[in-house]
């Protein structure tokens, strides 16, 4: 195990956390009450990210729900999750052309 000596020089980073806004849990979800996130928790979800990133036949069998509340609950999920959503393709190249590319020095590796 290695030891830092007190003359080693650390940056440090400011971590700053948003005590106003409360964490959003299972029961934020819409149509999720005590029983349905009980389900949920017991079948390992605990966050709202493994939520909304499930299909809903994958989450209706893994916590005993129907596919349709499945659906409205991932639903739900990606929209406090806020893990966005449908891209255009026009929208996409916009942002692929604004994406800064590094040279190598060497004109036939950067083509």
Same mark, same amino acid.
């Given at each position: 195990? /290695?030891?830092?000596?007190?003359? #080693?020089?650390?940056? %440090? &980073?400011?971590?700053? $956390?948003? @005590?106003?806004? *409360?964490?959003?849990t299972i029961e934020?979800?819409?149509?999720?009450?005590?029983? /349905?996130?009980?389900?949920?928790? #017991?079948?390992?979800? %605990? &966050?709202?990210?493994? $939520?909304? @990133?499930?299909? *809903?036949?994958?989450?209706?069998?893994?916590?005993?729900?129907?596919?349709?509340?499945?659906?409205?609950?991932?639903?739900?999920?990606?929209?406090?999750?806020?893990?966005?959503?449908?891209?255009?393709?026009?929208?996409?190249?916009?942002?692929?052309?604004q994406v800064q590319?590094?040279?190598?020095?060497?004109?036939?590796?950067?083509?």
């Amino acid at each position: 195990m /290695t030891k830092k000596t007190a003359s #080693e020089n650390v940056d %440090e &980073e400011e971590i700053v $956390i948003d @005590v106003d806004e *409360p964490e959003n849990t299972i029961e934020d979800l819409p149509g999720v009450g005590p029983a /349905t996130a009980e389900k949920l928790r #017991e079948a390992g979800f %605990e &966050e709202l990210l493994a $939520i909304a @990133v499930m299909s *809903p036949v994958e989450l209706a069998e893994q916590a005993e729900l129907g596919e349709a509340v499945a659906a409205k609950i991932i639903a739900g999920a990606k929209k406090i999750a806020d893990i966005g959503g449908f891209l255009s393709g026009t929208a996409l190249l916009d942002r692929r052309r604004q994406v800064q590319k590094l040279t190598s020095g060497t004109s036939s590796l950067d083509e």
